[in-house]
């Protein structure tokens, strides 16, 4: 049994990481998690865990109470050169994707994050699918939120207007939900473009449920939880090559991964939209790739592997 210190910056650690800690405790292991709001008295034990920068800027401090010190690379300042070179410090970098992992300058291991309702999730049940293109997160550039429209434009004019995008997590008062309507009115698409505010996750989920697709046009996105999560609901993802989810999603056809350009993602969505079999059939194919690759007993597996490594 070894004596986990798990610091993280904020009150708790990040949602996708709790099934993580779940399963260091399966395994046997005595879990603390501190924070560095909190941050008091001398911390020792075994394995020293810090998940993001600032509290892997601090663990050079920490990891000398600690026989091995190994940090979660996530944050898109990773795409800094001196923020990246902080990894190069622990004994092992915990990378939440194969994107991140070519980006490290250290020894590292790829262990995805999990959603913490995808067992409820892939028990959902999943009715008739609406002819919805879905996004679910914050609004921010590197989230690609503002190629939505140009995507929009492409597809409602292959549809005559019949498809809806439906953009989660923002509003028109935020200076990219206001572009994304100036943006939508001057296409002359305004009709086919809704955003709603932030949902309740029960809600969030029952809409998720009805979306034929998922789109993810990010810039640059470690690993997004509310791709697994739309996954898991049966809507089919079509993202670009820098989405970490792209380890699990080229495993279903990776077809749904191409670059950057609205127009190439357009295209995957209409060929989506035409296929009614296609988008069933590749619709419960990410229900179970996704199931079969963050199962409990692999998850336990890859965290099992991880503190053996640390410590070896």
């Given at each position: 049994?070894?004596?986990?210190?798990?610091?993280?910056?904020?009150?708790?650690?990040?949602i996708?990481?709790l099934?993580?800690?779940?399963?260091?405790?399966?395994?046997?292991?005595?879990?603390?998690?501190i924070?560095?709001?909190?941050?008091?008295?001398?911390?020792?034990?075994?394995?020293?865990?810090?998940?993001?920068?600032?509290?892997?800027?601090?663990?050079?401090?920490?990891?000398?109470?600690?026989?091995?010190?190994?940090?979660?690379?996530?944050?898109?300042?990773i795409?800094?050169?001196?923020?990246?070179?902080?990894?190069?410090?622990?004994?092992?970098?915990?990378?939440?994707s194969s994107?991140?992992?070519?980006?490290?300058?250290?020894?590292?291991?790829?262990?995805?994050?999990?959603?913490?309702?995808?067992?409820?999730?892939?028990?959902?049940?999943?009715?008739?699918?609406?002819?919805?293109?879905?996004?679910?997160?914050?609004?921010?550039?590197?989230?690609?939120?503002?190629?939505?429209?140009e995507?929009?434009?492409?597809?409602?004019?292959?549809?005559?207007?019949?498809?809806?995008?439906?953009?989660?997590g923002?509003?028109?008062?935020?200076?990219?939900?206001?572009?994304?309507?100036?943006?939508?009115?001057?296409?002359?698409?305004?009709?086919?473009?809704?955003?709603?505010?932030?949902?309740?996750?029960?809600?969030?989920?029952?809409?998720?449920?009805?979306?034929?697709?998922?789109?993810?046009?990010?810039?640059?996105?470690?690993?997004?939880?509310?791709?697994?999560?739309?996954?898991?609901?049966?809507?089919?993802?079509?993202?670009?090559?820098?989405?970490?989810?792209?380890?699990?999603?080229?495993?279903?056809?990776?077809?749904?991964?191409?670059?950057?350009?609205?127009?190439?993602?357009?295209?995957?969505?209409?060929?989506?939209?035409?296929?009614?079999?296609?988008?069933?059939?590749?619709g419960?194919?990410?229900?179970?790739?996704?199931?079969?690759?963050?199962?409990?007993?692999?998850?336990?597996?890859?965290?099992?592997?991880?503190?053996?490594q640390?410590?070896?």
């Amino acid at each position: 049994m070894a004596r986990i210190t798990y610091v993280t910056l904020g009150p708790q650690p990040h949602i996708g990481h709790l099934d993580w800690l779940r399963a260091m405790r399966r395994l046997g292991h005595d879990v603390r998690v501190i924070t560095l709001r909190r941050l008091a008295g001398k911390i020792t034990g075994d394995v020293l865990i810090t998940e993001g920068v600032r509290p892997t800027a601090i663990g050079k401090l920490l990891a000398v109470t600690h026989r091995c010190w190994s940090a979660i690379a996530a944050s898109p300042s990773i795409l800094n050169p001196t923020v990246n070179m902080l990894y190069s410090m622990p004994d092992l970098v915990i990378a939440v994707s194969s994107l991140v992992k070519n980006l490290i300058p250290n020894k590292s291991l790829i262990l995805h994050p999990k959603p913490p309702e995808l067992d409820a999730l892939l028990k959902f049940p999943i009715g008739s699918k609406m002819p919805w293109v879905c996004y679910s997160g914050v609004f921010i550039p590197i989230k690609g939120v503002h190629k939505i429209p140009e995507i929009a434009r492409e597809v409602t004019g292959e549809f005559h207007g019949e498809v809806k995008f439906i953009l989660i997590g923002g509003s028109q008062r935020d200076p990219l939900g206001s572009y994304i309507i100036r943006k939508a009115h001057e296409y002359g698409i305004s009709d086919n473009i809704k955003l709603i505010d932030r949902l309740p996750r029960s809600e969030l989920f029952r809409v998720l449920s009805k979306c034929s697709v998922y789109v993810q046009p990010s810039l640059f996105d470690a690993f997004p939880i509310a791709v697994v999560e739309a996954m898991a609901l049966g809507s089919v993802p079509v993202v670009t090559k820098y989405v970490g989810s792209n380890d699990i999603i080229t495993k279903v056809d990776a077809n749904l991964v191409t670059d950057l350009s609205p127009r190439s993602m357009a295209r995957i969505i209409i060929e989506l939209l035409n296929n009614d079999s296609l988008l069933r059939d590749l619709g419960r194919s990410v229900r179970e790739v996704v199931g079969e690759y963050l199962s409990e007993s692999n998850v336990v597996k890859q965290v099992s592997s991880l503190i053996t490594q640390c410590l070896e």
